[in-house]
């Protein structure tokens, strides 16, 4: 099995830990923007969804940029961008079919790249700070379960979206922070 990193120089945890801050900030913010649409398909609202999987694209090229200068691979972040990349496609043609479809897409898509990130934090260990990620992985996994059921119910709402990314932008706190302990000694 390939790891995503080979080698534990200074370089790699100090570049994620800089991009699970970038990351938990971006969470947060679209969290409360799409909150702040009401949960509606207004154009502020598809904006949005498209907005988020194009983010992870951005932010999975920028890791496997740090992984790949550190001398390591990184299989379980280009499948993210695979997946995260059909994710924008599959939420614009949800998108004009109402709530559930969102819901629908956005499931399968949590459960595929929570199963990417659980196998990248898995395979990243050594650095520090990826428990949290590894758990944000399996979380992820179950939250997409429960998109895709949502939408099958009368309470499909938008709204369940931005909780979820919220909880997962903490886990990138948390990741950051544990990082920043590791690389200080503590």
Do not use: C, H
């Not at 997409?144 to 979206?161: E, H, I, V």
């Amino acid at each position: 099995m390939d790891t995503l990193v080979s080698s534990t120089s200074v370089a790699a945890p100090v570049a994620l830990r800089k991009l699970y801050f970038l990351r938990f900030a971006f969470a947060a913010a679209w969290a409360a923007l799409l909150f702040a649409t009401g949960g509606t398909l207004g154009p502020a609202a598809v904006t949005l969804l498209l907005v988020y999987p194009l983010f992870d694209v951005a932010a999975a090229v920028v890791d496997i940029r740090s992984a790949e200068a550190d001398g390591g691979g990184a299989p379980a972040l280009r499948v993210n961008v695979a997946i995260s990349s059909l994710a924008v496609v599959g939420l614009a043609v949800a998108a004009a079919s109402g709530v559930p479809a969102v819901l629908r897409v956005w499931g399968v898509w949590a459960i595929v790249s929570g199963i990417a990130q659980l196998v990248a934090g898995a395979t990243r260990r050594k650095l520090g700070g990826q428990w949290s990620m590894i758990v944000s992985g399996a979380v992820s996994t179950v939250a997409g379960a429960s998109f895709f059921a949502q939408a099958g119910g009368d309470d499909a709402a938008l709204t369940s979206l931005a909780g979820y990314a919220f909880l997962g932008g903490v886990f990138f706190l948390v990741s950051a922070l544990r990082l920043n302990r590791a690389r200080n000694g503590a």
